[in-house]
């Protein structure tokens, strides 16, 4: 039995890395897939207009192999872990207003957080995760800490997930303001 990669995944902002550093101090492996990618070297050429870099999902795949051979639980942790061949994939979501916020503190422009902020309000991520065989959970990061965020991981993975289904944060109030 291949062990479960789990991924954490959201818009950027959205608090995947301050509770992947907490699941961390729990004791949990949490794979960067960022870090994965350029220590790798399988960041792909870079998309200027978009500000981002293409990135070959057969072969990010084929890279964690390794992971999956593992006697625990291995978190992955990217904006693009829902994209991996995992066995659950918790997506965290933020209030559009708050998203901003915290894109613009760390310097976003304001292209790249309209961009992030209209996917949030699209549950662009959510519907892609949806959109695969594997089981999916949700959770609302807005106000919540990055230990109260892990404790409801820690729930998900012990199959005490239902109330974190997806369709519970709903950000449709705001299409006004962001298009």
Known sequence: METPLIAITGTPGTGKTSVSEELRKRGYEVVDINRHLREHGLLGERDVLRDTYNVDMDALNASLEPYRKKDSVVFMDSHLAHQ??????????????????????????????????????????????????????????????????????????????????PGNVDWSGEMEEWF
Do not use: F, H, M
């Not at 915290?102 to 422009?109: H, I, M, N, P, T």
């Not at 996917?119 to 892609?128: G, N, P, R, Y």
């Open 84 to 165: 991996c061949d995992c066995s659950r994939i918790i997506v965290l979501r933020c209030d559009p207003v708050v998203l901003a916020e915290r894109l613009r503190k760390r310097g976003y422009s304001d292209g790249k957080v309209l961009e992030n902020v209209q996917a949030e309000v699209l549950d662009v991520i959510l519907c892609e995760s949806t959109d695969t065989d594997i089981p999916v959970n949700e959770i609302d990061c807005t106000r919540g800490t990055p230990a109260e965020a892990a404790d409801i991981i820690e729930r998900i993975i012990c199959g005490n997930g239902d109330i974190y289904r």
